[in-house]
């Protein structure tokens, strides 16, 4: 059974940054391609950036330029590098696969507040 944990989040002041992992386990390569995820308070969950198993990248137009998602395939995690963090990028993070179709993690909280 496939088993996702996020971690690294935290309380940052606006214009920090943090660094979130994913590490997966169970019968499951990141490889394939992986993607992170956030939910806001009252809202749906959104895709945020993407990895393929080419190692493109993309990301949503709202954290493109500061948020970097890379990946460890030796360790099958995934990382996500947020810089000059904003308010609204309070949320919990989760991570996924490219379509969001592997059980979900408990996602890990990151609050932007000064």
């Known amino acids: 059974q496939v088993q996702l944990v996020e971690s690294g989040g935290g309380l940052v002041q606006p214009g920090g940054s943090l660094r979130l992992s994913c590490a997966a386990s169970?019968?499951?390569?990141?490889?394939?391609?992986m993607s992170w995820y956030r939910q806001s308070p009252g809202k749906q969950r959104e895709w945020v950036a993407s990895?393929?198993?080419?190692?493109?990248?993309n990301a949503v137009d709202s954290v493109k330029g500061r948020f970097t998602i890379s990946r460890d395939n030796a360790k099958n995690t995934v990382y996500l590098q947020m810089n000059s963090l904003k308010p609204e990028d309070t949320a919990v993070y989760y991570c996924?696969?490219?379509?969001?179709?592997?059980?979900w993690g408990p996602g890990t909280q990151v609050t932007v507040s000064s």
């Open positions: 996924n696969n490219l379509y969001g179709t592997l059980p």
């Open positions: 990895i393929s198993s080419a190692g493109d990248r």
């Open positions: 169970g019968e499951f390569d990141i490889y394939y391609g």
